[in-house]
């Protein structure tokens, strides 16, 4: 018996397994071709996906900006920073607020001067590292007390012109032990880190905190600094004891907020949206268009077959 078909009757082609790779086609009333490709569906997606990253990074940066009070961003695994302690905190954090600690260590005093020693307060707002050497030694003393205590910044003179205070003033004291004497200079790379609130009051730069150090609490002097903004820090090398805090210059607009960037992130918001609905018409439309067309080509099909 014969196995090829009859003469005029189009060949058979054998099964194909799996799903169809690449675009899939088929024709429409009229002849159109329309595509259930994935293209049209990842662009839709990539879309919706810039939009909701733009949302979700706008969402964040207004949470921060909303108040004092508000000022985590909306980040997930990362515990919040600790409280700021004033000496004299503003109304609003005044309930809850705790007080800052002081603190005293002793550094050993050897021939060649004082050991290396780095200290900070029991609550992390001032780190203090003495360098080798940094008092020179004394006959008869064996080593260095340094006492570290916090101080309200409006008890003591103004920062140089350009400047506010961002938190706490702290007094740097050493002295020989056992004899009490003074010690008003530290040598080697000494430095200090000083932890920093952020401030309700606008500033003009964000990492554009400063050490102010004064010998006396009077008369300020900015040094060259380094600012972490990550962890509200600023640092210096320090060369005498006295009094330390920390400056930042203002916003020239003054205010409690940055309206610059209060603009800035209203406009990312408005992208966002925009982005979010351009998606969705989209969407919308390749439905809308996609589902009449397919149904009438299966009745048009159903009807070839009768």
Same mark, same amino acid.
């Given at each position: 018996?014969?196995?090829?078909?009859?003469? #005029? %009757?189009?060949?058979?082609?054998?099964?194909?397994?799996?799903?169809?790779?690449?675009?899939?086609?088929?024709?429409? !009333?009229?002849?159109?071709?329309?595509? @259930?490709?994935?293209?049209?569906?990842?662009?839709?997606?990539?879309?919706?996906?810039?939009?909701?990253?733009?949302?979700?990074?706008? #969402?964040?940066?207004?949470?921060?900006?909303?108040?004092?009070? %508000?000022?985590?961003?909306?980040?997930?695994?990362?515990?919040?920073?600790?409280?700021?302690? /004033?000496?004299?905190?503003?109304?609003?954090?005044?309930?809850? !607020?705790?007080?800052?600690?002081?603190?005293?260590? *002793?550094?050993?005093?050897?021939?060649?001067?004082?050991?290396?020693?780095?200290?900070? *307060?029991?609550?992390?707002?001032? !780190?203090?590292?003495?360098?080798?050497?940094?008092?020179?030694?004394?006959?008869?003393?064996?080593?260095?007390?340094?006492?570290?205590?916090?101080?309200?910044?409006?008890?003591?003179?103004?920062?140089?012109?350009?400047?506010?205070?961002?938190?706490?003033?702290?007094?740097?004291?050493?002295?020989?032990?056992?004899?009490?004497?003074?010690?008003?200079?530290?040598?080697?790379?000494?430095?200090?880190?000083?932890?920093?609130?952020?401030?309700?009051?606008?500033?003009?730069?964000?990492?554009?905190?400063?050490?102010?150090?004064?010998?006396?609490?009077? @008369? /300020?002097?900015?040094? %060259?600094?380094?600012?972490?903004?990550? @962890?509200?820090?600023?640092?210096?090398?320090? !060369?005498?004891?006295?009094?330390?805090?920390?400056?930042?210059?203002?916003?020239?607009?003054?205010?409690?907020?940055?309206?610059?960037?209060?603009?800035?992130?209203?406009?990312?918001?408005?992208?966002?949206?925009?982005?979010?609905?351009?998606?969705?018409?989209?969407?919308?439309?390749?439905?809308?268009?996609? #589902?009449? @067309?397919?149904?009438?080509?299966?009745?048009?099909?159903?009807?070839?077959?009768?």
């Amino acid at each position: 018996m014969s196995t090829h078909p009859p003469e #005029g %009757a189009p060949e058979l082609q054998p099964p194909v397994c799996g799903a169809p790779a690449g675009r899939v086609t088929h024709r429409g !009333n009229g002849g159109e071709r329309l595509s @259930t490709a994935p293209g049209a569906r990842s662009r839709v997606a990539l879309l919706a996906g810039v939009g909701i990253v733009l949302l979700y990074l706008a #969402g964040a940066g207004v949470s921060g900006r909303a108040s004092i009070l %508000a000022r985590r961003p909306l980040l997930d695994g990362l515990a919040p920073p600790t409280p700021y302690r /004033w000496v004299s905190p503003p109304a609003e954090l005044a309930a809850a !607020n705790k007080p800052p600690a002081s603190a005293r260590f *002793t550094v050993e005093l050897q021939a060649d001067g004082s050991r290396l020693g780095a200290f900070s *307060t029991s609550d992390g707002q001032l !780190n203090l590292v003495l360098s080798e050497g940094a008092v020179p030694p004394r006959s008869g003393q064996t080593a260095v007390e340094v006492a570290v205590d916090p101080v309200d910044p409006a008890t003591l003179g103004p920062p140089p012109s350009g400047l506010v205070v961002a938190g706490n003033a702290y007094r740097v004291q050493a002295s020989y032990r056992p004899s009490g004497a003074k010690v008003d200079a530290l040598g080697g790379q000494s430095s200090v880190g000083l932890v920093y609130p952020l401030l309700a009051t606008a500033v003009a730069d964000v990492g554009g905190h400063v050490v102010l150090s004064s010998a006396d609490g009077r @008369t /300020w002097k900015q040094l %060259a600094s380094t600012d972490t903004p990550g @962890t509200h820090q600023a640092s210096a090398q320090l !060369n005498t004891t006295g009094y330390v805090q920390v400056g930042v210059p203002p916003s020239a607009g003054g205010g409690s907020g940055s309206d610059q960037r209060s603009r800035i992130l209203l406009l990312a918001s408005a992208v966002a949206v925009a982005i979010v609905a351009a998606a969705l018409l989209l969407r919308f439309r390749e439905a809308s268009r996609a #589902g009449p @067309t397919g149904g009438r080509g299966a009745r048009g099909g159903r009807r070839r077959r009768r």
